[in-house]
């Protein structure tokens, strides 16, 4: 038993779920995609379940293989969040908005409207957009990566001081004094960078939460972590070892340390797969039915991951002690150590690719007690400070979650029972911030 809880943020990351094919399966509205009563029915399993948060990422572009697989996207993650803000309570909403691509002054705008719609429950996720199909659309090549972390402080810090350009006593709405608002507490913020610039004030009061929380997603580069240490209060990974999961955390942790915050106002969060069904053969099975086809397309390529070959006669039948013996995980390739052990534990090349070992995310598959096992063992090792999780399908998969794994998580004390707050700020347990964080001050590649 310990003080510290975990926190929970379950991906949105389309219409159906995690599994490659959920959108055929037979439980399932193909038309989920643009259903908002199915993310509302989806935020409120999750809601049920105590989760912090929802995240949506957001690569605004038709992309991958859509013939087949979805839009793996919302249509548009703030309209939609509007919708699931007026249908829910607690959760919270941390939304991904490009620095590349978004003029500050947009974001600033549209967030903190969530923020203030929702009653403190919005975050965003500045992200440096590096996608050529997103670029596309905005009709700008990808630029070189220093100038997308240039932009992106400028951003961070333009939003930031808008948000906080509203003082928070400045809307006075006394009728009888014929006063809306003390006009001399609306502020220009007037800055001016190499990229961007506004003029403010921002024409929207604050909110329960003050204003919403800053996130940043990705890998553990110099430049992230520039953004992640200043400007984040949660740091969104995509990450497949407990020990490549706590060296991350310490970068994050470290960064925050050296831009003079407590490393503990910035809370690492991985992502994680999940199939629950009574037993690991029921969740294989599952996983097999709905996403066999691109299962059976990956076959070729587990025994190249393991260095040893497998004969397409043989993916349904245990690896060989033979082939176990020679077998090694590539050292270029975090999965393939997972992969190994699974092998091990004698299933089929067709069963332990159906575990999810090469997705993009850890994945837990099977009774409620391995997926608490999993999320304890990472918490308590210093891997995480909570995990975003993405059901295999959403339809049945938030509420499998949130009946078989939340009760055991409570159990062993290491998860809420209640909410803490109302707020997001609140159930991050992070604190209040209004405007520019004033311990960060201005650097060479911020706003001048
Ligand atoms: C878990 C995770 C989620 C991400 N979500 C998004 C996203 O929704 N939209 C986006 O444009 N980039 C997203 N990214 C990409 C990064 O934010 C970043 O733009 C990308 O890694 C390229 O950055 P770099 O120039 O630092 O390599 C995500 C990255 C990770 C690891």
Same mark, same amino acid.
């Given at each position: 038993?310990?003080?510290?809880?975990?926190?929970?943020?379950?991906?949105?990351?389309?219409?159906?779920?995690?599994?490659?094919?959920?959108?055929?399966?037979?439980?399932?509205?193909?038309?989920?995609?643009?259903?908002?009563?199915?993310?509302?029915?989806?935020?409120?399993?999750?809601?049920?379940?105590?989760?912090?948060?929802?995240?949506?990422?957001?690569?605004?572009?038709?992309?991958?293989?859509?013939?087949?697989?979805?839009?793996?996207?919302?249509?548009?993650?703030?309209?939609?969040?509007?919708?699931?803000?007026?249908?829910?309570?607690?959760?919270?909403?941390?939304?991904?908005?490009?620095?590349?691509?978004?003029?500050?002054?947009?974001?600033?705008?549209?967030?903190?409207?969530?923020?203030?719609?929702?009653?403190?429950?919005?975050?965003?996720?500045?992200?440096?957009?590096?996608?050529?199909?997103?670029?596309?659309?905005?009709?700008?090549?990808?630029?070189?990566?220093?100038?997308?972390?240039?932009?992106?402080?400028?951003?961070?810090?333009?939003?930031?001081?808008?948000?906080?350009?509203?003082?928070?006593?400045?809307?006075?709405?006394?009728?009888?004094?014929?006063?809306?608002?003390?006009?001399?507490?609306?502020?220009?913020?007037?800055?001016?960078?190499? =990229?961007?610039?506004?003029?403010?004030?921002?024409?929207?009061?604050?909110?329960?939460?003050?204003?919403?929380?800053?996130?940043?997603?990705?890998?553990?580069?110099?430049?992230?972590?520039?953004?992640?240490?200043?400007?984040?209060?949660?740091?969104?990974?995509?990450?497949?070892?407990?020990?490549?999961?706590?060296?991350?955390?310490?970068?994050?942790?470290?960064?925050?340390?050296?831009?003079?915050?407590?490393?503990?106002?910035?809370?690492?969060?991985?992502?994680?797969?999940?199939?629950?069904?009574?037993?690991?053969?029921?969740?294989?099975?599952?996983?097999?039915?709905?996403?066999?086809?691109?299962?059976?397309?990956?076959?070729?390529?587990?025994?190249?991951?393991?260095?040893?070959?497998?004969?397409?006669?043989? =993916?349904?039948?245990?690896?060989?002690?033979?082939?176990?013996?020679?077998?090694?995980?590539?050292?270029?390739?975090?999965?393939?150590?997972?992969?190994?052990?699974?092998?091990?534990?004698?299933?089929?090349?067709?069963?332990?690719?159906?575990?999810?070992?090469?997705?993009?995310?850890?994945?837990?598959?099977?009774?409620?007690?391995?997926?608490?096992?999993?999320?304890?063992?990472?918490?308590?090792?210093?891997?995480?400070?909570?995990?975003?999780?993405?059901?295999?399908?959403?339809?049945?998969?938030?509420?499998?979650?949130?009946?078989?794994?939340?009760?055991?998580?409570?159990?062993?004390?290491? =998860?809420?029972?209640? =909410?803490?707050?109302?707020?997001?700020?609140?159930?991050?347990?992070?604190?209040?911030?209004?405007?520019?964080?004033?311990?960060?001050?201005?650097?060479?590649?911020?706003?001048?």
């Amino acid at each position: 038993m310990t003080d510290k809880q975990l926190i929970l943020g379950m991906g949105l990351i389309d219409g159906y779920g995690g599994l490659h094919g959920a959108w055929r399966a037979p439980h399932v509205d193909p038309g989920a995609y643009a259903d908002v009563d199915a993310t509302v029915r989806h935020a409120r399993a999750a809601e049920r379940g105590k989760f912090t948060f929802l995240f949506t990422p957001d690569f605004p572009a038709v992309r991958g293989d859509v013939e087949h697989s979805t839009i793996s996207n919302l249509m548009d993650p703030l309209i939609q969040l509007s919708a699931v803000a007026r249908e829910t309570t607690n959760i919270g909403f941390v939304a991904t908005g490009s620095t590349t691509f978004q003029e500050p002054f947009n974001t600033a705008r549209q967030f903190k409207a969530l923020d203030v719609l929702s009653h403190g429950r919005a975050g965003w996720n500045a992200v440096t957009t590096s996608d050529p199909a997103v670029a596309a659309n905005y009709g700008r090549p990808v630029a070189d990566r220093d100038e997308r972390y240039r932009r992106a402080h400028e951003a961070i810090r333009i939003v930031q001081a808008l948000w906080g350009s509203w003082q928070q006593d400045a809307w006075v709405k006394d009728q009888e004094a014929n006063r809306f608002i003390d006009p001399s507490k609306l502020r220009p913020i007037n800055l001016k960078g190499r =990229y961007l610039a506004s003029r403010g004030p921002l024409a929207i009061p604050p909110s329960e939460q003050g204003q919403p929380v800053v996130f940043t997603a990705g890998g553990p580069s110099p430049h992230l972590l520039s953004i992640a240490g200043r400007y984040a209060s949660g740091f969104i990974a995509e990450v497949w070892t407990i020990e490549e999961a706590r060296a991350q955390r310490e970068l994050v942790r470290n960064a925050a340390r050296e831009a003079g915050r407590d490393p503990d106002e910035i809370k690492y969060i991985p992502g994680i797969i999940t199939t629950v069904a009574p037993t690991v053969r029921d969740g294989l099975d599952r996983r097999l039915k709905h996403a066999g086809d691109v299962i059976e397309a990956r076959l070729p390529h587990l025994g190249a991951m393991l260095g040893i070959r497998i004969r397409p006669d043989r =993916y349904d039948e245990p690896l060989t002690p033979e082939q176990l013996a020679s077998a090694h995980a590539s050292p270029r390739d975090p999965r393939s150590s997972n992969t190994l052990a699974v092998a091990r534990q004698g299933w089929s090349p067709r069963d332990v690719l159906a575990h999810g070992v090469i997705d993009f995310h850890p994945t837990v598959v099977g009774p409620g007690q391995l997926h608490a096992d999993h999320l304890q063992e990472w918490f308590e090792a210093g891997a995480a400070d909570g995990f975003w999780v993405t059901p295999d399908i959403y339809e049945d998969g938030v509420d499998a979650f949130v009946d078989e794994v939340v009760p055991i998580l409570q159990r062993r004390g290491i =998860y809420p029972t209640e =909410y803490p707050g109302t707020t997001l700020r609140a159930n991050l347990g992070v604190p209040h911030q209004y405007g520019l964080d004033p311990r960060i001050t201005e650097t060479a590649s911020a706003v001048g």
